[in-house]
């Protein structure tokens, strides 16, 4: 079988090299169509040039490639192709930047501080607020149970009252009921 597929490739290779050698000798078909070249159009200065004026004459194939730019170029210098779209979003200039408002730099000044300190450390933590960042304790005058006056470092410890409690009248308050209580 495989003897069979290589008499086949042959004879495809074989049909294939005759046609490809039959083309070469062959003399080349005329074309159906006669190519005829366009002569080269009467082309108006280009300092003449306005909007109605017709530019298929730079095209040509003949023409200058300068000639052609130039006429481009003088084509869309026209204000009608110089109106900028409203909707395009780079046309503002982005190199001056705006100033941002008090408030809003406030804010961020805040979210800067919040942000440093989420990310402090234990350790750095523990060293903000250690002992021996604790200022020592105020000296303060104190009343006794006795109501003397006593000074010495006020503690969270001490259990003696910082000022005198004003006195309580036994008399009972009089608060009315809801019932008498007006609705708005």
Do not use: C
Request: no cysteine.
């Amino acid at each position: 079988m495989a003897d069979e597929e290589i008499d086949k490739d042959q004879a495809f290779l074989s049909r294939w090299s005759q046609r490809k050698q039959a083309a070469r000798e062959a003399p080349p078909a005329e074309s159906p169509v006669p190519v005829t070249e366009a002569p080269m159009p009467d082309l108006p200065p280009v300092e003449q040039l306005t909007l109605e004026s017709d530019f298929s004459g730079f095209m040509h194939p003949k023409v200058d490639a300068d000639l052609r730019r130039a006429a481009l170029r003088k084509l869309f210098s026209d204000p009608h192709f110089n109106v900028m779209d409203g909707l395009d979003t780079y046309i503002d200039d982005y190199s001056k930047p705006d100033p941002l408002p008090p408030g809003m730099l406030a804010g961020l000044r805040q979210a800067q501080n919040i942000l440093a300190w989420a990310k402090e450390t234990k350790e750095e933590t523990a060293s903000r607020y250690s002992v021996a960042a604790v200022p020592p304790p105020i000296e303060q005058p104190q009343l006794t149970e006795d109501g003397d006056v006593t000074s010495g470092p006020l503690t969270a410890s001490d259990d003696a009252p910082l000022a005198a409690e004003p006195e309580k009248d036994d008399a009972p308050v009089d608060v009315p009921s809801a019932d008498v209580i007006p609705k708005p």
